[in-house]
T-cell receptor
Framework: DAGVTQSPTHLIKTRGQHVTLRCSPI?????VSWYQQVLGQGPQFIFQ???????GRGNFPDRFSARQFPNYSSELNVNALLLGDSALYLC?????????????FGDGTRLSIL | GESVGLHLPTLSVQEGDNSIINCAYS??????FIWYKQESGKGPQFIID?????DKRQGQRVTVLLNKTVKHLSLQIAATQPGDSAVYFC????????????FGKGTLLTVNP
């Protein structure tokens, strides 16, 4: 079975540009979350979407936005890129049930800002 | 504020030994905990989880212990192998909403042959 897939795997942008990152969840998973991981640190929560609705947002500026499509795939958009946005962007999916279920991660998109 | 931290940033063990990775959490409302393994160039890989109504859970070669009294979590890896070398993160979820995981900084486990 395919796991969480993310594209592209690597991306290089310059300051001020915008970027769109894509994620396909595990089949049957309706919940998608996005995380930012700076080198040497643990992932930081950005967004969660479930059934195309935003369920939660972390402490990130409005330059960060996301959406979820009817097939449960998701996009993360970042506008007006800053050098500090350089990071690994991780997508995780989970099965939403009556009890907590683990989030499963993709291998991420490595974003470098020049 | 909420935080998840690790006592040891690095751990070096001999192949075949048992490894113990520790984690402290500060949010007493957290009700779900997960251990992840992250290898270089990859995303975090789910290892094992535990809910707050349990104090121990075992998987294949791994055991997670939860001590809610002192807000402490540990991951035990039996017969550590070179393939276990990676960064290990504990993560907590609070409020039962299952959307926001709070991660610690991670522990780098190195297994010497």
């Amino acid at each position: 079975d395919a796991g969480v897939t993310q594209s592209p795997t690597h991306l290089i942008k310059t300051r001020g540009q915008h970027v769109t990152l894509r994620c396909s969840p595990i089949s049957g998973h309706k919940s998608v979350s996005w995380y930012q991981q700076v080198l040497g640190q643990g992932p930081q929560f950005i967004f969660q979407y479930y059934e195309k609705e935003e369920r939660g947002r972390g402490n990130f500026p409005d330059r960060f936005s996301a959406r979820q499509f009817p097939n449960y795939s998701s996009e993360l958009n970042v506008n007006a890129l800053l050098l500090g946005d350089s990071a690994l962007y991780l997508c995780a999916s989970s099965f939403q049930g009556p009890t907590n279920q683990p989030q499963h991660f993709g291998d991420g998109t490595r974003l470098s800002i020049l | 504020g909420e935080s998840v931290g690790l006592h040891l940033p690095t751990l070096s063990v001999q192949e075949g030994d048992n490894s113990i990775i520790n984690c402290a959490y500060s949010n007493s409302a957290s009700d779900y905990f997960i251990w992840y393994k992250q290898e270089s160039g990859k995303g975090p890989q789910f290892i094992i989880d535990i809910r707050s109504n349990m104090d121990k859970r075992q998987g294949q070669r791994v055991t997670v212990l939860l001590n809610k009294t002192v807000k402490h979590l540990s991951l035990q890896i039996a017969a550590t192998q070179p393939g276990d070398s990676a960064v290990y993160f504990c993560a907590e979820n609070s409020g039962g909403s299952n959307y926001k995981l709070t991660f610690g900084k991670g522990t780098l486990l190195t297994v010497n042959p």
